[in-house]
């Protein structure tokens, strides 16, 4: 069936470096992307969205890629610090009302 | 920002015995929220819709008869864990928002022992 997957279970970066987290999706159907970080014991809060019309979108210290030809999204941390490790889901929404599909998640951990 | 609660925040309760969880929009009408569950080390899967004034539509797999869902009001849904078991242990994380904007909530960790 449909579904949204990350590449990497885990990726280890040095405090300063940059981090980039994969997702990779199969539902061309799909017009909403959203990048959550979870905490351990926390809720996901929400980092960064795009929308199916746009490639890029910018936050502070992030950056959302989409590339709807091959279906890959990307999330890109900028001098990424230890208060950025944590889980990392991408979830998109494929216009079956307000519902989101997760991804499996990759673990960011940061090394001082 | 819309701010979303949960309550209690953990639980631990006896197999055999049904559990409360309730989920709050502090700040928002919420006339849709969702109730999400999580493993250990997975990603947050959809149990159910929770609609304001009707009932509930489940995901495939979930059920409903044990896993009881209510939306009395535009601030609060409520998840009733039946009958738990141990399996039933996990992360409980409801959401609510629209299409373009939606908070979740802090997460409910039950343990049934």
């Known amino acids: 069936g449909e579904s949204v997957g990350l590449h990497l279970p885990t990726l280890s970066v040095q405090e300063g470096d940059n981090s980039i987290i994969n997702c990779a999706y199969s539902?061309?159907?799909?017009?909403?992307f959203i990048w959550y970080k979870q905490e351990s014991g926390k809720g996901p809060q929400f980092i960064i969205d795009i929308r199916s019309n746009m490639d890029k979108r910018q936050g502070q210290r992030v950056t959302v890629l989409l590339n709807k030809t091959v279906k890959h999204l990307s999330l890109q941390i900028a001098a990424t610090q230890p208060g950025d490790s944590a889980v990392y889901f991408c979830a998109e929404n494929n216009n079956a009302g307000n519902m989101l599909t997760f991804g499996g998640g990759t673990r960011l951990m940061v090394k001082p | 920002g819309a701010v979303v609660s949960q309550h209690p925040s953990w639980v631990i309760c006896k197999s055999g015995t049904s559990v409360k969880i309730e989920c709050r929009s502090l700040?928002?009408?919420?006339?849709?929220m969702f109730w999400y569950r999580q493993f250990p080390k997975q990603s947050l899967m959809l149990m159910a819709t929770s609609n304001e004034g009707s009932k509930a539509t489940y995901e495939q797999g979930v059920e409903k008869d044990k896993f009881l869902i209510n939306h009395a009001s535009l601030t609060l849904s409520t998840l009733t864990v039946t009958s738990a078991h141990p399996e039933d242990s996990s992360f409980y994380i409801c959401s609510a928002g629209t299409y373009y904007e939606q908070y979740f909530g802090p997460g409910t960790r039950l343990t049934v022992t």
């Open positions: 700040d928002f009408q919420a006339t849709t």
């Open positions: 539902n061309s159907a799909s017009d909403y």
